[in-house]
């Protein structure tokens, strides 16, 4: 049906935005996230005001109010709201109301990160105590080749029957693996849910579908990334790009409102086995063979970091994507300020531009100041 | 379908007031092993989920630049 038609049949409706696309205001540009179909749509902020108005408005009324001009605008904006399907017409409002903010999820702790370079962990110790926190998701980031493929299977087996549901490994290339090497361990452990091979000798993805054909193989399959980009140091985390922003959807929506999207319900073992919030941020809660993961957790000073919200971020909380964007606390762009944003984002919500980080003024010598202060910064003070 | 294959026989079921549709079930003594006649107890992890279904985490871990 024309967008005419459907205006002049509906003028004495609301304008309800469905309540699973929410609108969130930006300085320049502002976004609705549909949490339903998982995508984000951008538009001028000039018409973010509107929103207020459908809730008290009918759409009659607020084009008699409009000038000639702001009705072409109005109108224009109506056509994007419904050719996304993000608006219905209704008679009231009341029978939708807003679906509710609260988020928790049932675990203390939702994901880990063991970084290993040139020593191994107790990797034993290291999953019972996840197991014991109820810890989902594990990832394993290795910059040298001490650790291995068989490494990765023994850590595999040692999450088996925990609490760890699935298993990332960004591990180095070792050129006594073949192909099937890898194959042979992604297949034949389920709970290995992503492998990147870092300083591999060319960019390349080898496909594994787990013996499943056809249709069924493009559900199951997944990739093995191998890249010749080498991984050096947890100096080499915190890129926030385009690519990074979350697919939305109502729980990471929530989560973000509340809590800090990276920092939320982690736990780090960095790659000298101290216990951090994040392996590249500055305080540690001691070697992880000397405390208990759980009465770290328990303890205030590691889960203040988990309340840094993107509204109080500063340049972030003007942002339209904050509540898409996982945020890093571990390089900021002024590190002696807590609420400084990520060093290493690119967008700019005040000229709604990407731009590598790189490039702007300051940036390199902020990441300098990081590569000499390597783990001695007291990022947040406990 | 088998030659082999016998149809259950239906008044066993219509006595224990069983649904009718068990009936397309045939049998075949030759498949019946001690395996298929004995009630088997599954060993399941203390997460079953681990084994029987693999979710993918919301967000990323980690956001590494390579």
Known sequence: MELEKVLADSLGKHVLLFTDCVPVEGHTASAIYDL?????????????????????????????????????NLHEFLGFLVSNEYVAFVDELAPFPEIPSAWDAPCSIENAIIDVNTQRHDYQKIVSELDALGCMHLQVRSYSPVFTLSDLVDLARLCRGTSIQTLQAVISHDPTNSDDDYVSVVTSNRILVGLVVHSASQDRRIRVDYGARRTSAKLVAMEIEMTTKKLESALDC??????????????TFNELHHFNGCLNRKISIDETGQVRNCPAMGR?????????????????????????????????????????????????????????????????????????????????????TYRKRRHLLPILKG | MSSDLRPLSLPPFITERLPLGYRRIFVNDDILDDEATQRLTLEQSKYRHVST??????????????
């Open chain 2, 53 to 66: 279904y693999v979710r993918r985490p919301l967000k990323p871990i980690s956001k590494v630049e390579l």
């Open chain 1, 238 to 251: 915190g890129s926030i790009t385009q690519k990074q922003l979350l697919r939305p959807s109502t729980p």
């Open chain 1, 36 to 72: 339903t179909r998982g995508r984000i749509s951008t538009f001028p902020s000039e018409y973010f005001p509107l929103f207020k108005l459908f809730r008290t408005h009918r759409l009659g009324e607020l084009l008699d109010t409009f000038s000639e001009d702001d009705r072409a």
């Open chain 1, 284 to 368: 540690s809660f001691g070697h992880h063979q000397s405390v208990t993961l759980s009465d770290i957790v328990a303890g205030p000073s590691f889960q203040s970091a988990w309340r840094v919200r993107k509204d109080e971020i500063k340049v972030c909380q003007d942002c339209q994507f904050r509540y898409a964007c996982t945020d890093c606390r571990a390089f900021l762009e002024d590190p002696d300020s807590e609420d400084s944003k990520p060093l290493k984002c690119g967008y700019d919500p005040y000229t709604d531009s990407w731009a590598d980080w790189r490039e702007r003024p300051g940036a390199a010598a902020t990441w300098e």
